[in-house]
């Protein structure tokens, strides 16, 4: 779609008649348009910022073995994760263990308070 975007526009069309022609809104037609400009593509382009060290095929690995045993040391599910060709530090696997307890937290406090909400009425 973005390649027929350029298409027309390269052909002398404006942004209005690029935007009936392919019934998409004017304001999407200049965003690809300047993209191009700016980029010389209309591919997406990578973001910005570090990219994330455990996968998430690692991460429900992760989650699996400490559902199972809970008591597994961090190391230990370093070199299980070894497996899966994630190479992570320790202390990132206990980041991102502290984390998905914090977000398991919140969504039972949430679910809690819809409850609570929902009795009340």
Known sequence: MRKKVIEI???????????????LPRTTVRAIIYKWRKHGTVENLPRSGRQ?????????????????????TSKELQASLASVKAGVHDSTIRKRLAKMVCMAEL??????????????S
């Open 9 to 23: 526009h390269q052909s002398g069309k404006g942004y209005k008649a690029n935007s009936k022609a392919l019934g």
């Open 52 to 72: 994330t060290k455990i996968t998430p095929r690692a991460q429900r690995q992760l989650i699996q073995e400490v559902t199972k045993n809970p008591t597994t």
């Open 107 to 120: 969504k039972m406090k949430t679910a809690a308070e819809q409850k609570e909400h929902k009795g009340s």
